[in-house]
């Protein structure tokens, strides 16, 4: 079986004492989840992420490479995917461009509100983990 690595990055921002997160859906899939894709050759997790955000959603925010989680998952393909996940913070002022090739929609959700969106195991896991932390660090 063929094993995939990807890298993206849980996106955050406040909207008044809210927490939200930006979700992306996938045009292959129409399945929901944060901005991710493959690593590059010779390219790190870390650089992969932000190469991803930038390309997939035109955003360039502030990341924290301490906070790292991965999952691992089938694909439709039957291909065995591990994807790892850092956080980052939305930088005001920047404009959400969605990819149109690999994104299909995108939306900022809270946390209760993602539940409903993110269907692939471990997603949502992740997220709460991501929101202890952040709520942690403030």
Known sequence: ?????SAGSIIYRRDGGD????LVQ???HHTWGFPKGHL???ETEQEAAKREVAEEVGLHPKFNFDFKRSTTYETEEHTIKTVTFFISEYIIGQKIVDQKEEILNSTWATLPEAKEYLKRPGLYDILQEAEAYIQLKE
């Open 1 to 5: 079986m063929i094993h995939e690595h």
């Open 19 to 22: 927490l939200k997160y930006l």
């Open 26 to 28: 996938s045009v292959v």
């Open 40 to 42: 590059a050759p010779g």
